[in-house]
């Protein structure tokens, strides 16, 4: 059975202005003269709603270095898309904010490094960087926007947790994704000076369990246990080719925002094909839908539709095989080295991904 998408992920520009060792942008970057120009995007969220989607979120990299950002907004909200900016705040001033409003703008979203202005700015590689977000929030808020704030969460900053949601209420934020981070490509060369110890992660745990209890109606606070100290995998977008789909800067269409960690899988463009066809006919969409390509113990295994042998792009990174289970599942033949990879900490200072 094939699925319509849900959600569009329009991925504007890979140029950002921060340095997050964590970037979950793939290692090859799109140059700037290669991102796809706004009639080619407003195309492409049209068809994106004849195919079913309802929701666009705009993202990057930073989607405020493009100056047609407002534009592209406009045309996905004529286009009928629920419209959600992905922000790292930084470049998305006053003026374009209203502006953004006025295009038809529903939805923001900002990252924070932390609840601290030093150590935030240290992990963003950029100074000012918070006292930024802190100003754009206020600015979304007073102009009756939705906000949602993104807390990726490491070892740097997992004991604050509390700080963190504490501050998103005081910003005004309806919700707060508590997102541990998702060691591929960039965050690779920083999983040791990343990665929170078990005693963290239960602690995180704890005391997210506690403060959904505690802000119970006051803030939707969204987390997940991180991928390295989990029983069971997470389902890889909701299903590989499901619910989803990615349209990089340069116009590739991908079934996850990291699936061109995957050598081999050949995708298509936008400026070639148009976005039904390859929902439906994509190579590298149908490489993973269903369950006919699983190994076992996936393959037999009654949660196989559930978390549809985990995440793709997380297998192909620790064992070389992209059929393989994901080797966060304890059931994998791989799961040992899940266990000893988190193991390794260390304080090494970061590799910070700066353009």
């Known amino acids: 059975m094939l699925h319509k998408p849900l959600g569009l992920l329009a991925e504007l520009t890979h140029r950002c202005p921060l340095g997050c060792p964590y970037c979950s942008n793939p290692l090859a970057l799109d140059p700037r003269e290669g991102e796809l120009d706004t009639a080619t995007w407003l195309r492409v969220f049209r068809e994106a709603a004849e195919l079913g989607v309802l929701q666009v ?48 703008l529903d939805h923001v979203q900002i990252s924070i490094q932390d ?41 740097a900053n997992i004991d604050r947790i509390g700080d963190m949601v504490d501050l998103a209420l005081a910003l005004g934020a309806s919700r707060i994704e508590i997102a541990h981070v998702q060691y591929y490509g960039w965050a690779l060369k920083n999983r040791a000076a990343l990665m929170p110890s078990r005693a963290q992660v239960e602690r995180a745990a704890a005391e997210v369990a506690e403060l959904r209890s505690r ?27 499901r619910r989803s789909l990615n349209v990089t800067p340069a116009g590739k269409v991908l079934p996850c925002h990291a699936a061109e960690s995957i050598t081999g899988l050949k995708f298509w463009n936008v400026r070639e094909r148009s976005l039904a066809d390859i929902w439906a006919n994509s190579p590298a969409f149908n490489a993973f839908r269903g369950t006919g390509w699983m190994k076992e113990p996936c393959a037999s295994c009654p949660r196989r539709e559930l978390d549809f042998g985990g995440c793709r792009c997380q297998a192909f990174a620790l064992t070389g095989d992209a059929r393989a289970t994901d080797p966060v599942c304890h059931l994998a033949l791989d799961h040992a080295q899940v266990a000893q990879l988190a193991a390794v900490q260390t304080d090494a200072a970061y590799a910070y991904r700066h353009i």
């Open 57 to 104: 979120h705009l993202s990057g990299g930073e989607p405020g270095a493009r100056r047609d950002l407002v534009d592209i907004t406009a045309g996905a909200h004529a286009a009928g898309l629920y419209t959600n900016l992905i922000t790292s705040a930084v470049g998305i001033t006053h003026k374009i904010l209203a502006a953004l409003v006025g295009a038809g």
């Open 115 to 155: 609840s601290e202005a030093a150590s935030a700015d240290h992990i963003a590689g950029y100074a000012g960087a918070f006292a930024r977000k802190l100003a754009l929030a206020a600015e979304v808020v007073r102009h009756k926007l939705l906000l949602t704030v993104n807390a990726v969460v490491h070892r």
């Open 215 to 241: 802000h119970h109606a006051r803030i939707v606070i969204d987390a997940v246990v991180p991928d390295y100290y989990a029983r069971y995998p997470k389902p890889c977008v909701g299903g590989w080719g």
